[in-house]
């Protein structure tokens, strides 16, 4: 079911820059998967990354503005973009203007990029500066959420900064697109084989709940076969009967123009039908953000 509060057409929901004034590390979003106000942690200012999706909207033509995490200004831009957010200040931006309401109250503290996240030496460091952030601001009510594609769940630094997230409010997001390796090639064209992504998702959610974060597109015309999208489905029920726990799959669509003019968007009933399918092959909860 899609969110009944925040349209999918405000400019504010599309506008996913991660470039606030001159901020390195952290920008604001309106997010519909958080239901508001999500801070977005960059934690590949060097728009580095072990996948290369056919829908990746990030332009790596031009350079990235760092090229590691300054924790202790990760940690001052987070706590200025909190207060000026809590201040009121976002509402005056016309970015923000159709949504002023939504723009005091931090839902979550993303931790993203214009890479993989997990790919930084340093992740469970960022992951204490947040949370002692999140705690000097009282925001025990807001998420820490990790969006990843999964590929550096297995790393020992990485667990750990899993692990001080579970210890308070959390999401761990892990891509998954596809359910072979064949589809998985062509559309996140990653040298990380599919195997390890999806012992890596397997292993984590049997330690903690995740959920599942799925884009469906067309490219070069042809949405995904029924035969991959019930390979897919297999994919889900694997994790499942390992013991990995899925709290609930979000399946979305490429929202703005992508560099790659092949990969286009499935129409709100094309994915809704996808969504059905997974819903009846899995028996997960399903939420589709069109
Ligand atoms: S995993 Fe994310 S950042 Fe990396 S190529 Fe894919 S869409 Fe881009």
Redesign the pocket.
Known sequence: MSSPSIQSSWAVVQDHSRVFRDLIFVYPVISRRSQGLSIGINL?PDKR?????V????DRKTPGRADRVDVAQLRDELRWLIRFAQEGGLAQQPKFCEVPELTRVVRDIAFS????PTLIPNFSECVQAAIEVREEFGLDPSKLVLIT?SAGLDKPDVRKGLALMAAHRFEFWC?LDAGTEEYYRTI?RSLVRLDRILSNITRTAKEWPIIIQSLFLKWHGEPMSPAELEAYCGRLRDIVAAGGVIREVHAYTIARPTPEAAATRLSPEELEAVAATIRSRTGLAVSVYA
């Not at 990354?49 to 999706?53: A, H, L, P």
């Not at 829908?55 to 990030?58: F, I």
């Not at 990029?113 to 993989?116: A, Q």
Request: proline fraction near 0%; charge should be negative; glycine fraction near 12%.
């Open positions: 590949n990354c072990n996948f290369d999706c829908y990746c909207e990030v990029g214009d890479g993989e594609d891509k996140n």
